[in-house]
């Protein structure tokens, strides 16, 4: 079975567009997959969407972290394919409707992991103008890592952790 994790960054933030309605105007500027069938990551840039698209589209399935409702999206602005046929995981979904809001990745990460985020997509955004792309793919590789490693964790262990506002982990039952 090939499980296919991935994630991208854009060029531009929600406000820069007009809204989180608008994501399909926010541009591609980094993605990255990790496919377990040859245990290597992929890198993508925006002329390799069409690339990107078979990967996942071919996957036995594709995993991610608000990859539904957020990559999904802003791949759509540049192909007409139905990405609702790809068999996919969304964690940030899966989480949400458990414990009844939208927790972070890095809470997640912290917490599980006992590990961080490098980054986030604004600063993301930031190096993008600022042409500093190896940036882009170094924070853009580490946040598959965190999800797949946060995703195995569950499957192994049947529980993950977050960080509640007051900085103490909160432990959520899973079922991957």
Avoid at 23 to 29: E, N, Q, R, V
Wanted: glycine letters at 8%; charged letters at 25%; aromatic letters at 14%.
């Amino acid at each position: 079975m090939n499980i296919v994790y991935f994630d991208l960054e854009t060029q531009k933030s929600a406000d820069d567009v007009g809204g989180w309605g608008n994501k399909k105007k926010m541009g591609f500027s980094f993605g990255v997959t990790y496919s377990t069938a040859d245990q290597r990551f992929r890198p993508y840039e925006e002329e390799d969407i069409p690339a990107l698209v078979k990967e996942l589209s071919t996957a036995d399935q594709v995993i991610g972290f608000n990859i539904i409702n957020f990559d999904y999206g802003v791949l759509a602005g540049y192909t007409d394919f139905d990405f609702s046929k790809i068999n996919t995981f969304d964690l940030l979904a899966d989480l949400h409707a458990k414990i009844g809001f939208r927790v972070g990745l890095n809470s997640l990460a912290q917490a599980t992991l006992q590990s961080a985020k490098s980054a986030d997509g604004l600063q993301a955004i930031d190096w993008f103008r600022a042409g500093e792309f190896a940036k882009i793919g170094i924070y853009c590789r580490q946040d598959v890592v965190v999800t797949r490693d946060l995703h195995q964790f569950g499957c192994k262990h049947q529980f993950v952790h977050y960080l509640n506002t007051a900085k103490k982990p909160v432990k959520v039952a899973v079922n991957w």
